[in-house]
């Protein structure tokens, strides 16, 4: 494997030049194959434009696109030429991009359109080092003439390419050459955190962070073959997609670039059959969602016998683990014990199993097309509600764990012994502790804060020694944020953040992240978030589901003329009112304090670039500055 990410790209490239490392959509939205040569090739021509423009080798070049073939063949041509990208989606606001840009003092960027232009435009005085900039896509006349009149030079995508054509001409491995002079340690690019908790900081990752992951990722933890399609729904720009691209890179097998739209993503599925996909919970949620509104649609026997499978799976999947030994172990337990428990339930439940799989989950397998192996989540906790499902449908989930410091894999289930409520062992070489408040180490089964070590930590954030010293503890372990404990065999289970915890006047310190978890298992709620720092109690704003609970008020002739009416409708707060209490409640292990005194429905969903980050993580501060007249009303005596 090579030294640095191009290394092995170029590998690869040179290994199977022919076999697909790309799909993406043409203008009709049917996918075309890009080989291993072509997507090379393409870097190239992009790589012999930037040496016209004077790129230089310990540059940084703004990336601010979407999902898209030319993203990937640009990465490769920066990072080949020893320049680093600095990344960023289309729905990062103007603000963003202008702080983004100038505080890494970026010489040259990449734009996806016209939008994006113009938020570079709007704040030009603000990026006095930004001299170039080049769209993916052909500019508009105006838009280049308004850029331009503020000193930019703006380019096509195309264009950089013409420009470059002599210089490839006369010399064609040229990219190659200076691929050849890339050290591992060289700077591979500069992610700025989403903003969750709030003002964005550049983490600074090199090569080695990555092909570290790659290196220890596949083929020990998820065996992805030459191939194989990954199914691409993410923000290619951040961390958790990114290191997903690279191992299949590094496996010689094919991205396909889909979106997370319900329609978008069902139709890309059964057109090309992928054998992976990666994904944030909030999307696996609602694929879930999506299979228990149509069934619920359909009624009758139907939704009665997949609502009867569904529990069997569940059982059935138990089973199955208690007899591998996939029941994790945060408690001592016996194997005897749980094989004894397991056996019995195990021989009932195999043949109903299969024959639930014959009549309903084939059918709910087939909608991801039929080669489907697994899904790896990431990016946050896959909520157990979700798991659960998944695993009693024999869908294979993969959670992992880690963050955009660690470039950012940390921990991923194994898919050869997947071990449910966890996410799975460390990576190899990656060093795990829980430690207490006072910094000693608690012990397997200890509830703590996680601290980590390895390979992928980052460098620093960029240009900010004072921010990189708060998080980094001394000899190599990074203070992760997060809260978890181990296994008796080492498997990671996180249980919320610290910065997230929740205090009230009494003292009681509070874990949001189960709560919201819980509510959100109801039908009638979409999104949730849980409030109460330094208050008597607890109390939540509610996102409800306006299909469910549209179809529930005509159901009951309460009136429905207009949404926001509907959620202050008596009938509709004594609904939501019922379910929280029945969820978060003694029987489901939530003590008295824990429990929600006061609630408000919300209109609108959260959205992302609002309330929640690219990874579809609420972004507590933006809420809290948002809703401030809703939440104060929550806690008025």
């Excluded at 103007?94 to 702080?99: A, G, L, P, S």
């Amino acid at each position: 494997m090579g030294t640095t990410i191009s290394k092995m790209i170029l590998e690869q490239v040179r290994r199977q030049p022919g076999v697909v490392g790309q799909f993406s959509k043409d203008k009709k939205g049917e996918f075309l194959p890009i080989t291993y040569a072509e997507m090379f090739g393409h870097a190239q021509a992009v790589a012999a434009g930037l040496l016209e423009l004077g790129l230089k080798r310990g540059d940084r070049v703004g990336l601010i696109s979407d999902n898209r073939a030319e993203w990937l063949h640009t990465d490769i041509a920066v990072l080949g030429l020893g320049a680093c990208d600095v990344p960023r989606g289309c729905d990062a606001t103007e603000q963003e991009i202008r702080y983004i840009l100038s505080w890494s003092e970026c010489q040259l960027a990449y734009l996806e359109n016209d939008r994006q232009l113009r938020k570079v435009t709007s704040s030009r005085s603000a990026m006095p080092t930004l001299t170039t900039v080049i769209l993916f896509d052909e500019p508009e006349a105006s838009a280049k003439a308004e850029a331009e009149a503020t000193g930019l030079r703006v380019l096509s995508h195309a264009e950089v390419i013409k420009l470059g054509a002599a210089r490839q001409a006369a010399n064609p491995t040229e990219l190659e050459g200076e691929i050849a002079k890339g050290q591992e340690e060289d700077t591979a690019t500069i992610i700025y955190t989403s903003g969750t908790t709030g003002e964005p900081k550049g983490v600074v990752l090199t090569h080695a962070n990555y092909l570290y992951e790659t290196s220890k990722v596949c083929p020990a933890i998820i065996h992805v073959k030459s191939g194989d399609i990954f199914l691409s729904v993410l923000p290619i720009w951040h961390s958790f997609e990114r290191v997903v691209q690279y191992v299949l890179l590094s496996a010689g097998a094919s991205v396909a670039y889909s979106k997370p739209i319900g329609s978008v993503l069902l139709a890309d599925l059964q057109t090309l059959k992928p054998q992976w996909m990666a994904s944030v919970p909030r999307i696996w949620e609602s694929v879930m969602d999506g299979v228990y509104r149509t069934m619920r649609q359909t009624g009758g026997i139907k939704e009665k016998l997949f609502r009867f499978f569904v529990s069997v799976g569940g059982k059935k999947a138990w089973a199955d683990n208690a007899l591998s030994g996939r029941i994790p172990e945060f408690v001592s337990r016996s194997r005897v014990a749980d094989v004894i428990a397991a056996i019995l339930p195990w021989l009932v439940l195999t043949p109903l199993a299969a024959l639930g799989n014959v009549l309903v989950f084939k059918k709910i397998k087939e909608k991801l097309g039929g080669r489907f192996i697994a899904g790896i989540s990431g990016g946050g906790a896959l909520p157990p509600a979700v798991d659960r499902f998944f695993s009693a449908i024999g869908v294979l989930i993969l959670e992992g764990y880690g963050l955009t410091e660690t470039a950012p894999l940390l921990s991923v289930r194994m898919q050869d012994h997947p071990m449910p409520g966890t996410v799975g062992p460390a990576i190899e070489g990656t060093e795990i502790r829980i430690i207490d408040e006072q910094g000693k180490d608690l012990p397997w089964g200890s509830k703590g804060l996680i601290l980590v070590r390895g390979p992928q930590v980052m460098k620093g954030y960029y240009k900010r020694p004072d921010l990189t010293a708060k998080v980094m503890r001394g000899d190599g372990w990074l203070d992760t944020g997060d809260l978890g404990m181990l296994t008796r065999k080492g498997e990671i289970a996180i249980t919320g953040r610290a910065k997230d915890t929740i205090v009230l006047l009494g003292g009681e310190n509070i874990e949001p992240l189960p709560i919201e978890q819980k509510l959100c298992e109801s039908i009638y709620i979409s999104q949730c978030i849980v409030l109460g720092q330094d208050k008597k109690y607890l109390a939540a704003l509610i996102i409800p589901n306006q299909d469910t609970l549209t179809a529930w008020a005509k159901e009951n002739v309460v009136p429905v003329e207009d949404w926001e009416q509907l959620l202050k409708q008596p009938e509709v707060i004594e609904l939501i009112d019922s379910d929280l209490r029945e969820l978060v409640s003694a029987k489901n292990g939530f003590k008295s304090f824990e429990r929600l005194f006061r609630f408000t429905l919300l209109p609108k969903a959260f959205e992302v670039g609002k309330e929640l980050s690219a990874k579809q993580e609420v972004k507590r501060h933006a809420v809290g500055a948002i809703y401030e007249k809703e939440i104060k009303k929550l806690f008025e005596v």
